[in-house]
């Protein structure tokens, strides 16, 4: 099976801090880029922070000095450390993996499920 499971969404209040972690599943041998995007309720899917297997990353504006993303290239994980939240911050957040090599061939793009981050007031 070839997923990427993401974890670590939850309610925080204003100001607080969540990480984000996206597990790529053992079938998956190697993944060019990974990163999180995110969606609020009535709004388009907008970037987060992406991160390469060399370790290069680039963010949104939003995100640029709030957030930190990571990478584990031995365990093909990618976390997304969040601080100072905000209640704009609230969305359904997903990770994706983009040139993914796993045992029985290549995904160009690969999706996980969201995991739902909500900023109290």
Known sequence: QVELVASGGGLVQA???????????????????MGWFRQAPGKQRE?????????????????????TISRDGAKNTVYLQMNNLK??????????????TYSGGFYSTLWGQGTQVTVSS
Do not use: M, Q, W
């Open 15 to 33: 100001g607080g801090s969540l990480r984000l972690s996206c597990v790529a599943s053992a079938s998956i041998s190697s993944i060019n880029r």
């Open 47 to 67: 970037l987060v922070a992406t991160i390469t297997s060399g370790g290069s990353a680039t963010y949104s504006d939003f995100a640029k000095d709030r957030f």
């Open 87 to 100: 209640p704009e911050d609230t969305a359904v957040h997903y990770c994706y993996a983009e040139g993914v």
